[in-house]
C-alpha cells in the first residue's frame, strides 16, 4: 500500500516534532525560537519533499537540518544588537514588524481556506479545537484543512515561490 505525501508528512511530524522543539529549546534557550527553527526545517521539507522522500533515512535528515538551522539561530542571536532598551530608547506600543499570517498566504484562497489556515499556523489549534470553533466534525476540518493545505501549495506553485 502506497502511503500519500500527507500521510507520510503527517507521521514523520508527529513522531518527530516535539523531540525536535525539545532539543532546539535546550540549545537556544527560547521556545519561541525552537519552535520557529522546528518550523523552519519543515518548511525546507516540503521544498525538498522529492529528496527527502526517498532519503534512507528522513528522522536522520530532519535532525540534521535542525542542527543546522540551530547553527544559523544562534549565529543570527550573536550579531544582534544588544543595545538595552532601557538607556533612553523611547519603546513603542506595537510592533510594526509583526503582520497577519493572512498576509502571507497567497491570492485565491478563499475566506474559508484563509480562515482554517490561520487557526492550524497561526493560532496553533488542534483539529479538535478547529472542529469545536466551526461547528464541524473532528473528520470534516482535516478534509477541509488538507485541502486547503494543498489549494495553498498549489498556488504558491504558481507563484513559482521559493521555500
Same mark, same amino acid.
Given at each position: 500500500m502506497e502511503v500519500s505525501f500527507q500521510q507520510w508528512f503527517d507521521?514523520?511530524?508527529?513522531?518527530?516534532?516535539?523531540?525536535m522543539v525539545q532539543t532546539a529549546r535546550r540549545l537556544l534557550g527560547?521556545?519561541?525560537? =525552537?519552535?520557529?527553527?522546528?518550523?523552519?526545517?519543515? %518548511?525546507? +521539507?516540503?521544498?525538498?519533499?522529492?529528496?527527502?522522500?526517498?532519503?534512507?533515512?528522513?528522522? =536522520?535528515?530532519?535532525?540534521? /537540518?535542525?542542527?543546522?538551522? %540551530?547553527?544559523?539561530?544562534?549565529?543570527?542571536?550573536?550579531?544582534?544588537?544588544?543595545?538595552?532598551?532601557?538607556?533612553?530608547?523611547?519603546?513603542?506600543?506595537?510592533?510594526?514588524?509583526?503582520?497577519?499570517?493572512?498576509?502571507?498566504?497567497?491570492?485565491?484562497?478563499?475566506?474559508?481556506e484563509r480562515e482554517i489556515l490561520s487557526m492550524q499556523f497561526e493560532?496553533?489549534?488542534?483539529?479538535?479545537? %478547529?472542529?469545536?470553533?466551526?461547528?464541524?466534525?473532528?473528520? =470534516?476540518?482535516? /478534509?477541509?484543512?488538507?485541502?486547503?493545505?494543498?489549494?495553498?501549495?498549489?498556488? +504558491?506553485?504558481?507563484?513559482?515561490?521559493? %521555500?
Amino acid at each position: 500500500m502506497e502511503v500519500s505525501f500527507q500521510q507520510w508528512f503527517d507521521n514523520l511530524y508527529m513522531q518527530n516534532s516535539l523531540k525536535m522543539v525539545q532539543t532546539a529549546r535546550r540549545l537556544l534557550g527560547s521556545s519561541e525560537s =525552537a519552535e520557529d527553527v522546528v518550523q523552519n526545517v519543515f %518548511i525546507i +521539507l516540503l521544498a525538498k519533499k522529492d529528496q527527502v522522500m526517498v532519503h534512507p533515512c528522513p528522522q =536522520a535528515w530532519l535532525f540534521v /537540518t535542525l542542527r543546522n538551522q %540551530i547553527g544559523n539561530e544562534l549565529q543570527r542571536q550573536r550579531h544582534r544588537n544588544t543595545d538595552s532598551l532601557d538607556d533612553g530608547y523611547e519603546i513603542g506600543q506595537e510592533d510594526n514588524y509583526e503582520f497577519p499570517f493572512c498576509d502571507c498566504l497567497p491570492p485565491g484562497l478563499t475566506n474559508s481556506e484563509r480562515e482554517i489556515l490561520s487557526m492550524q499556523f497561526e493560532d496553533g489549534y488542534s483539529y479538535e479545537e %478547529i472542529a469545536r470553533k466551526m461547528g464541524k466534525s473532528v473528520l =470534516a476540518c482535516r /478534509t477541509k484543512l488538507h485541502r486547503a493545505k494543498n489549494h495553498c501549495r498549489e498556488l +504558491l506553485k504558481d507563484e513559482k515561490v521559493e %521555500i
